[in-house]
């Protein structure tokens, strides 16, 4: 298993979300959508001082899962939550179908 951090919507986060998009276990839910992500991205988030956070889980180098974090800072703490803050309700990992296959050893 590997671990991937990205601080921005690059053409190679962009590939591996819509890769998971396609085969992520919660269909319909808009706020797990790159599309949306970015459009609060570029009307909220950057103008809130965040820093884009997101992690990609690959297993045999297929992005398996994607956390769409971003980190804030109050009062000198820095904090890791969900992307979307208040406008958005869904706060998960985006999590492909194809988790239940891999069989993970100790």
């Given at each position: 298993?590997?671990?991937?951090?990205?601080?921005?919507?690059?053409?190679?986060?962009?590939?591996?979300?819509?890769?998971?998009?396609?085969?992520?276990?919660?269909?319909?839910?808009?706020?797990?959508e790159?599309?949306?992500?970015?459009?609060?991205y570029?009307?909220?988030?950057?103008?809130?001082?965040?820093?884009?956070?997101?992690?990609?889980?690959?297993?045999?180098?297929?992005?398996?899962?994607?956390?769409?974090?971003?980190?804030?800072?109050?009062?000198?703490?820095?904090?890791?939550?969900f992307?979307g803050?208040?406008?958005?309700?869904?706060?998960?990992?985006?999590?492909?179908?194809?988790?239940?296959?891999?069989n993970?050893?100790?």
């Open positions: 298993m590997q671990i991937k951090l990205y601080n921005s919507i690059s053409e190679e986060l962009r590939k591996h979300w819509k890769t998971i998009e396609k085969k992520n276990f919660y269909k319909n839910e808009i706020f797990s790159l599309f949306w992500i970015e459009n609060w570029n009307t909220v988030g950057k103008y809130s001082k965040i820093n884009l956070a997101f992690i990609v889980v690959f297993e045999n180098n297929f992005p398996i899962m994607l956390f769409p974090f971003c980190i804030n800072k109050k009062l000198g703490i820095s904090i890791l939550r992307l803050g208040d406008q958005s309700d869904y706060s998960s990992p985006l999590i492909s179908k194809e988790l239940k296959k891999i993970i050893k100790n």
